[in-house]
């Protein structure tokens, strides 16, 4: 019954919201059976909290009994009628015996409300080899593969070794579109790149590869203002073989565009809401897809507005630029169409340019340049790119 309070309490703490699930419970305990089994039941737990709790509400209607932690009940409900968890039948405590005399409706009403029905999940892989498993190429990112979730874990479970070499890469599609659509529209084979926010290094890694392979020469500066991940964005560039990057632990706008007078193309991800990021929009049980900002993170928006705008406008600086992609993990308008707008009208030097015409999802406003990834199967994205006129 400890293992069930504990889990209980983290599930408090990622509805308090007082951080992100993985990191709330990868702090908890080092036991990865411990982990794995409260990272499935809590993030069930939330995805389906109020009718877990109108559930739970409805036992207790016809059966009282003295516990008043509704989050221990929907923790040892989840475990217990799990379809997949065989152990469960054995479950014995107080508790679990009070449940297990309502069997029969708590599954009617788990299955009334969809709790179990299984929804596929996929992750993608940016693959510099073959698969070891089945898996689907991406129709636009080149060695970028889409995989069954449940083929992925069952193989990772028995190859632990998997991810630890430096052939692949879990990367989501929405991560990896900015470096892909950056490259595919460079023209100049000899360049300077600079990735002005790079920890922890994925779309720097994917240039570097990308660079390489399009013969593109030139180096490839890689900026992160923060000691600690400015360090594990180091050891992910050897891990993978980056030679062609220099990273670089400075604040981006306090670098002086003279010292890097070769720089024609940037990549700009700044700090963002992380609205659209899937495992967010998780934790915050949201389904809506709306733009507007809620009331309680209002402020916070503005201020990280206001820091993307200035961060744009720094790179206007450098005197050879001639291409800026943007991008966000966030859905909301006023870090995204809002800040490339602005950054327009300011800019007059400046146009956006039509970087994806195949892509079927536009910014939501006149320019139909922008690009917008749904919070779907792949999180939730915000992609523009400026070109200095001529």
Known sequence: MQKYSQIAALLQQCLDRKSTLKSIILKSSSNQSFVRQAYAIISK?????????????????IQYIDIFDYNLLIVLMLDIFNPQNKKAKKMGGVVARYLKTHKVLIKQLLEQNKIYEQEKKYIYIRALQQLPFESEK??????????????YSQYLSKNPEFLK??????????????AYLLLRNIKNKIADIIDCCAAPGNKTIQLSHYAKQNNITGKIYAIERDEKRFEILKNRLNKYNCENVQPLNFDFLTIKPRDYPNIKIALLDPSCSGSGMLQLRMIEASKDDSIEVPDNKKEQVTQLSQFQSKMLHHLTFFKKLKLII??????????????????????????????????????????QHFIRVPPKESDGFFVAMFKRKQ
Do not use: M
């Not at 991406?138 to 083929?151: A, G, Q, S």
């Not at 070499?165 to 900015?178: D, E, M, W």
């Open 45 to 61: 737990a939330i995805q389906h909290y109020e009718q877990l709790y109108q559930i739970v509400e409805e036992i207790k209607s």
């Open 138 to 151: 991406d129709e636009h990112i080149p060695n970028l593969c889409k995989v069954d979730y449940d083929i």
């Open 165 to 178: 070499g430096n052939t692949y890469i879990v990367q989501s599609k929405s991560s990896a579109l900015p």
């Open 326 to 367: 943007y991008s966000t993990c966030s859905i909301y308008k006023e870090e995204n169409e809002d800040v490339a707008n602005n950054f327009l009208q300011l800019h007059q030097q400046w146009e956006s340019v039509n970087l994806f015409p195949e892509w079927p999802y536009r910014g939501i406003d006149n320019n």
